[in-house]
Antibody, heavy 120, light 106 residues
Framework: QVQLQESGPGLVKPSETLSLTCTVS????????WSWIRQPPGKGLEWIGY???????NYNPSLKSRVTISVDTSKNQFSLKLSSVTAADTAVYYC??????????????WGKGTTVTVSS | DIQMTQSPSSLSASVGDRVTITCRAS??????LNWYQQKPGKAPKLLIY???SLQSGVPSRFSGSGSGTDFTLTISSLQPEDFATYYCQQSYSKSTFGPGTKVDIK
C-alpha cells in the first residue's frame, strides 16, 4: 500500500528556510493532491497547503507569503519550503495524500511526521 | 477564512459509553467535513469523510452526520483503543482543522 516518508533537517536557524521532502512509495504520485500539515508541540493541527501532481497549488493564507510546495513526479516526491522561520514554526510536520473524490478532499494516507525545531 | 470550533474540548468517558463530539463551521460548508483520530506521538487517522462516509477499515461504531454549519461525530460504544484526540477538518474553502476534542478515560 502507499506509504509516505518525510525527510529533512531537524534543526533550522531563525530567519533561514525550512526544507522538507516527502517520498511516496508503493504507488504513483499522479492523480492525487499532496498536502503538508504541521502540529506545534502540545497544540492542534494546521494545514499548510497542497499541490496537485500537475503542479497547481493551494496555500494557507496565513502562511502563503512564506510557503512553496513543489512536486517531482520523476522521483515520486513533493517538497515544502518555508522561509524566514521563527520559533513559532517549531512543529511536527506531516505529509499526506489528499483524495479529490467527487470534490470532497480528505487526507487518507499520512506520513509518520518529522520534528523540526527552529533554534540558533 | 472559515473557522472551525469543536465542543467539548475534552471529555471523560467509560468503555461502552456513547460519545458525541460536535464541530461547527463559521459559514456553511455543505458536507465538506472530515474527521480524524490522533493518538499521542502518532499521525492522524482518517475516520469519516464528506461528513458521513466511513473510511474503509474504520469500525462501524464511528459515524458522522450533519451539513451546513453543524456536524457531529458519534462513537456508539467507546472501546479502549478509542481514547484519543479527535479533529474535524473543512475542505470547502482551502482547509481548516478544528481545535480538537480529547477523549480520556473516566
Amino acid at each position: 500500500q502507499v506509504q509516505l516518508q518525510e525527510s529533512g533537517p531537524g534543526l533550522v536557524k531563525p530567519s533561514e528556510t525550512l526544507s522538507l521532502t516527502c517520498t511516496v512509495s508503493g504507488g504513483s504520485i499522479s492523480s492525487y493532491y499532496w498536502s503538508w500539515i504541521r502540529q506545534p508541540p502540545g497544540k492542534g493541527l494546521e494545514w499548510i497547503g497542497y499541490i496537485y501532481y500537475s503542479g497547481s497549488t493551494n496555500y494557507n493564507p496565513s502562511l502563503k507569503s512564506r510557503v512553496t510546495i513543489s512536486v517531482d513526479t520523476s522521483k515520486n516526491q513533493f517538497s515544502l519550503k518555508l522561509s524566514s522561520v521563527t520559533a513559532a514554526d517549531t512543529a511536527v510536520y506531516y505529509c499526506a495524500r489528499t483524495q479529490p473524490k467527487d470534490y470532497y478532499y480528505y487526507m487518507d494516507v499520512w506520513g509518520k511526521g518529522t520534528t523540526v525545531t527552529v533554534s540558533s | 477564512d472559515i473557522q472551525m470550533t469543536q465542543s467539548p474540548s475534552s471529555l471523560s468517558a467509560s468503555v461502552g459509553d456513547r460519545v458525541t463530539i460536535t464541530c461547527r463551521a463559521s459559514q456553511s460548508i455543505s458536507s465538506y467535513l472530515n474527521w480524524y483520530q490522533q493518538k499521542p506521538g502518532k499521525a492522524p487517522k482518517l475516520l469519516i469523510y464528506a461528513a458521513s462516509s466511513l473510511q474503509s477499515g474504520v469500525p462501524s461504531r464511528f459515524s458522522g452526520s450533519g451539513s451546513g454549519t453543524d456536524f457531529t461525530l458519534t462513537i456508539s460504544s467507546l472501546q479502549p483503543e478509542d481514547f484519543a484526540t479527535y479533529y474535524c477538518q473543512q475542505s470547502y474553502s482551502k482547509s481548516t482543522f478544528g481545535p480538537g476534542t480529547k477523549v480520556d478515560i473516566k
